[in-house]
């Protein structure tokens, strides 16, 4: 299994421009979330899906839009970049190995710098 | 509200020297509590969790529900342990993971 991947690695945009950061996992895990990190912040939560279709908002939603259309993906798209959103972006897919607790696995994260 | 405090941001040790992180957290019920560490610009990777009582590169956990704390241990420090530690704790049948800010471990050789 390849896991949880994020592309791009790295990205550079300038204020105003959109994209998407990519997110895709292959073990078949119900839930879905996207961190960003921030030094002295800790991970904050931006938006979660727990299943294809369904998607909710997390503590910094702002400025982000998800879907959810398949198991497997879950986007991440920055509709108009401002410099507040420079950060690392990382992508995380959760499940219950036994008992009553989830377990989340990360992505290897996205450098983005807004200029 | 639930939330994970992590009052030092920073902590230096020397090589060979014990090394104790600490993690407070305020939940009404019983969670599960996690140490994730992050190596330099990698991914999180769990290192280990309560309900597993496990010692993962020399590290322990324990558990404390009167003091609510979880704070991470280990007898020797190594300069490989230098990293990112963050805490975390999760709820019953929750999906969401509450991450306290992070310490970081700075071992000098």
């Known amino acids: 299994n390849a896991g949880v991947t994020q592309t791009p690695k790295f990205q550079v945009l300038k204020t105003g421009q959109s994209m998407t950061l990519q997110c895709a996992q292959d073990?078949?895990?119900?839930?879905m979330s996207w961190y960003r990190q921030d030094p002295g912040m800790g991970l904050r939560l931006i938006h979660y899906?727990?299943?294809?279709?369904?998607?909710d908002q997390g503590e910094v939603p702002n400025g982000y839009n998800v879907s959810r259309s398949t198991t497997e993906d879950f986007p991440l798209r920055l509709l108009s970049a401002a410099p507040s959103q420079t950060s690392v972006y990382f992508c995380?897919?959760?499940?219950?190995?036994?008992?009553?607790?989830?377990?989340?696995?990360f992505g290897p994260g996205t450098r983005l710098t807004v200029t | 509200a639930q939330r994970v405090t992590q009052p030092e941001k920073l902590l230096s040790v020397f090589k060979g020297a014990p090394v104790e992180l600490k993690c407070n957290y305020s939940y009404s019920g019983s969670p599960e509590l996690f140490w994730y560490v992050q190596y330099s610009r990698q991914r999180l990777q769990l290192l280990l969790r309560?309900?597993s009582r496990e010692s993962i590169k020399g590290f322990t956990a324990d558990l404390n529900k009167g003091e609510t704390s979880f704070h991470l241990k280990k007898p020797f420090a190594q300069e490989e342990d230098s990293a990112m530690y963050y805490c975390?704790?999760?709820?019953?049948?929750?999906?969401?993971?509450?991450f306290g800010k992070g310490t970081k471990l700075s071992v000098i050789p």
């Open positions: 899906s727990v299943g294809a279709g369904i998607t």
């Open positions: 073990m078949n895990h119900e839930y």
């Open positions: 975390a704790l999760i709820g019953a049948g929750s999906y969401q993971l509450t």
């Open positions: 309560h309900i």
């Open positions: 995380a897919s959760s499940y219950r190995p036994s008992g009553k607790y989830y377990e989340q696995y």
